[in-house]
Every structure is written in C-alpha cells, then in structure tokens.
C-alpha cells in the first residue's frame, strides 16, 4: 500500500525522529533524577548508615545541599517524565546547581569533578536534542 496518505504517514515520522529522541532522553533522564532523588533521601533518613547519625551529625551546608537535592531531582523526574517544560527547566536548575556546588563549594559533597563533568555533558546533549528537534517544527 503506497498511497499518497502512506507517504505522507512516513515522511511525518521520519521528520519527526528528532522530536523521537528528545522525548526517549528525556524520560531516561526521569529515571536518572529519581534514582538521584532517592539517594538523596536515603542520605536524609539514614538509610545504610548503620549508626542512624551521620546525616544530624554532617556540616549544615550538607545537609541544606541533600534536602535540596532530594526535592529538587524528584521534582524534576515528574516534569521530565511528563515532558513538561517546566520540568526542563527544574531538571536544568537541578544540573547547574550540582555543577555550581561542586566547583564553588568542594567541603559539601568532596569537589567531585566527575559528576562535573557528567552533568555538563548530559545539559550539553539535552540542548543539542531540542535543538534538532525544534528544527523539525516548521516555523
């Protein structure tokens, strides 16, 4: 069946397979966000701390940067599930403010420069995607 309806059905999906992408990435990265949320919050409540303490006992600069975290990533995995844009825009202010903590506060989490550069690279693929993936709108 190769009717003009058929064609149009496929060059619609084909220009769409950016859009595709962007929504798979983004929903990986709900899953990512959760996951990080919840570590967050097993922190907070002493989960795998066998003295119960450790998260009471931590500096308040750690503790303030868990909780944020704990909210901030769960809010963002909903936003990103339901590819909202508000949940872009929480899921980003989540990446910066990891990057920023890492480099201008090293005492909360240890100045790890991985999770620096992991979270750039993750916001850098982001931007990349919904740009394609608004070049396939037409204007």
Request: hydrophobic letters at 60%; a negative charge; glycine letters at 8%.
């Amino acid at each position: 069946m190769s009717g003009p309806l058929n064609e149009q059905a496929n060059r619609a999906s084909h220009e769409e397979r950016w859009t595709a992408r962007l929504i798979l990435f983004l929903r990986v990265m709900a899953g990512v966000s959760m996951l990080k949320g919840l570590y967050h919050w097993s922190v907070v409540v002493g989960i795998g701390d066998p003295t119960g303490t450790a998260f009471e006992t931590s500096s308040s600069a750690l503790q303030s940067a868990t909780i944020f975290f704990a909210v901030i990533d769960l809010v963002a995995a909903v936003g990103l599930w339901l590819v909202a844009a508000w949940g872009g825009v929480v899921w980003l202010t989540a990446a910066i403010s990891m990057v920023s903590v890492e480099l201008f506060f090293p005492q909360v989490f240890g100045a790890q420069f991985s999770v620096v550069l992991l979270e750039l690279v993750v916001v850098l693929i982001y931007l990349g995607l919904a740009v394609m993936s608004a070049r396939e709108r037409p204007a």
